[in-house]
């Protein structure tokens, strides 16, 4: 008799994992999001974003996967090779929050534009929700380059990013094909959409809805953990000098990831001290403020607009919402 080879992105501790999660949109106010549902005494969430169910695919996160010149070899961030390591980092994010009659959650921004994640959060047998954020998909895809340039990853300008990589900032957009991958694995009760927009103007008729989704009561919020706004967007002062660092340290940001599971933990050592020094001037000419204002031109605002429009034709119904009127004219 032929044996079954088990899938080792089942959790054999269900009880263990999240009760929901915050799957994305990225930059569409998943972090404050996060904030203020860790304000509910019902709720605890996981420090920082995970990651975890589509952390061995480098479309999702190839900054969780390292090659090193030097033996000429991968570190990738491997369940087949690593299962218990894996699993054990995952619930290690919950453990310490764990207690009787709370829910716990996380945010991980990726996993709403990876099928993989879809398929795996599905495969459980606890049944997880999830909340998605979209945000008008125009704004979102240049608050995406922002992230990039400020971070490190931004090598051009957004108008080359578009003509020359455009899945770099304009993937986590696409939300009428990612959401279908959801959809079609996870039943719909256990699936809520909120509207940036409608998060931003009206955040405690959001939050409400969200709470009769989680059922929790929303009462026991006090109004002052509505008010909460996280992760303010600070942008480099001189966007031409900062594409230039990033040209030449653009490997630099790799080190931030020291504390993945399988990150090798000489990385930081591979830096030239050279490259540190240039970095930390950089820091100093050009610094991150929040003041800082990006006005995009407004004919590649109007460039995005007509192609998201054709792009999320279909989603108002998938979602059974009216969502793209808001967005569109």
Not at 125 to 154: C, D, E, M, V, W
């Amino acid at each position: 008799m032929k044996s079954i080879k088990r899938n080792n992105w089942v959790s054999d501790h269900p009880d263990k994992l999240p009760d929901f999660i915050i799957a994305g949109a990225m930059k569409s106010g998943t972090t404050t999001l996060h904030s203020i549902l860790d304000r509910h005494p019902s709720v605890k969430m996981a420090h920082g974003e995970l990651g975890f169910f589509d952390m061995d695919s480098i479309l999702s996160h190839p900054d969780f996967h390292f090659y090193d010149n030097r033996t000429q070899k991968w570190t990738v961030q491997s369940m087949e090779e690593s299962p218990e390591k894996l699993w054990n980092w995952y619930y290690s994010h919950f453990e310490y929050i764990k207690k009787d009659g709370v829910l716990i959650g996380e945010d991980s921004t990726t996993y709403l534009s990876s099928p993989l994640a879809a398929q795996r959060i599905a495969l459980q047998q606890k049944p997880i929700k999830l909340i998605f954020l979209l945000r008008n998909p125009t704004k979102r895809t240049i608050s995406n380059y922002l992230h990039a340039l400020k971070s490190g990853r931004a090598i051009y300008n957004l108008e080359d990013t578009l003509r020359y990589i455009p899945n770099s900032i304009l993937r986590r957009s696409m939300y009428k094909e990612q959401l279908e991958s959801y959809y079609k694995h996870i039943p719909d009760e256990r699936i809520k959409v909120i509207v940036f927009e409608d998060f931003i103007s009206n955040t405690k008729y959001s939050i409400a809805e969200i709470c009769e989704f989680l059922e929790i009561d929303f009462n026991d919020f006090q109004e002052s953990d509505l008010l909460l706004h996280s992760n303010k967007t600070k942008i480099p002062k001189y966007e031409n000098l900062q594409l230039l660092r990033n040209r030449l340290l653009r490997y630099y940001g790799d080190h931030r990831y020291m504390n993945m599971p399988v990150m090798p933990k000489d990385f930081q050592a591979d830096i030239p001290w050279s490259h540190k020094l240039i970095n930390k001037i950089h820091k100093k000419i050009n610094p991150m403020k929040a003041d800082v204002k990006y006005i995009p031109k407004p004919e590649t605002v109007a460039y995005l607009d007509a192609f998201f429009r054709t792009e999320m034709q279909g989603l108002d119904d998938l979602v059974k919402k009216d969502i793209t009127s808001r967005w569109f004219i």
